[in-house]
């Protein structure tokens, strides 16, 4: 029993170092905000927060998202995805992948919320589709849903 003790208490302690989120960041990309047709979204334009971060504003069914991803898009590389709802109805789930529109071949993820604040780990398929995106679907309480994207350039 007390050897059982000490091994716990050790675990305890030891447990939180190595559980860092911080990782070395690749080289930025180019990532530009589009539209779910494919068209560039002028009204809302990425901006670059830090050389691998880009923040954006996406409208997707009826909601207003605050979009920052951190990251480089390469086969296999995991993108940091941040998602704070501004205004709309409460978002029941919302899911993130990367790839293309039908997410054949892509793992889709169901983000971690806190209220209106939301976080992902996407992780890019092994063969990346030509043209890959940051794909975001919502559905929203009502029943309502959509989807969006931001283009992300490798």
């Known amino acids: 029993m007390r ?25 930025t990309q180019d990532v530009k905000a589009v539209t779910p047709a494919g068209a560039i ?16 504003t996406l409208a997707i069914a009826g909601n207003t998202f605050r979009v ?32 293309d529109e039908s997410g054949v ?10 209220g209106t604040s939301s976080h992902a780990h996407a992780k890019a398929p092994a063969k990346l589709p030509e043209n890959s995106a940051l794909w975001i679907e919502v559905q929203n309480v009502d029943g309502t849903s959509g989807s969006g994207s931001i ?3 490798s």
């Open 151 to 153: 283009q992300l350039v």
């Open 105 to 114: 071949g892509s793992l889709k993820i169901k983000v971690h919320s806190h």
């Open 68 to 99: 920052l991803v951190k990251g480089s898009l390469t086969p296999n590389a995991v993108l940091d995805v941040s998602i704070v709802q501004s205004t709309g109805t409460p978002a029941a789930a919302i899911r993130v992948w990367i790839g």
């Open 3 to 27: 050897n059982t003790t000490i091994i716990l208490t050790t675990i305890s302690i030891l447990l939180p170092i190595g559980c860092g989120t911080e990782s070395p960041e690749p080289p």
């Open 41 to 56: 979204d002028n009204a809302h334009e990425a901006v670059a927060t830090s050389p691998s971060e880009v923040t954006k």
